[in-house]
């Protein structure tokens, strides 16, 4: 009889970013990786800072060897379901960039202001030296 594998979001992954609790995603496969951060030979914070995405592309341009993925394997608790629509990046960059076009809006105001201001200064100047 066929084990059923869980399935969890990248946002339940995301949800594990400690060292006390760890996941990472790695081709489509969930692992608890918490209990083997001390263990990691390039230090926990390489593998803290993949959790919340896929991370396939990092632990390959490691170049880890046989064993090291064969220990991977020891960690899965389950697979990425690929089926969730909600993709967590778009949404940060959607707020980002709402922000930055508010942002742009204020210092396009301040800078027609200070335009203003000195056309203002420079008519009055001129008519001011226009009448000595």
């Not at 009889?1 to 869980?6: D, F, N, R, V």
């Not at 995405?53 to 880890?64: L, V």
């Not at 220990?71 to 990046?89: C, K, M, N, Q, R």
């Not at 940060?92 to 203003?116: F, G, P």
């Amino acid at each position: 009889m066929p084990t059923l594998t869980k399935l969890y979001t990248m946002q339940e992954a995301a949800q594990h970013n400690t060292p006390q609790d760890c996941w990472v995603v790695i081709d489509g496969k969930v692992y608890d990786v918490g209990s083997y951060l001390d263990e990691h030979p390039g230090g926990d914070d390489v593998i803290l800072a993949t959790t919340g995405k896929d991370a396939t592309d990092e632990f390959e341009d490691a170049g880890h060897s046989k064993s090291a993925r064969e220990l991977l394997e020891t960690f899965f608790i389950g697979e990425l379901d690929l089926s969730a629509t909600v993709i967590p990046e778009l949404e940060i960059s959607s707020k980002k960039q709402a922000d930055y076009t508010q942002k742009l809006k204020d210092l396009t105001k301040q800078y027609w202001a200070v335009s203003v201001a000195i056309a203002g200064v420079s008519v009055v100047g001129f008519l001011y030296l226009r009448k000595k």
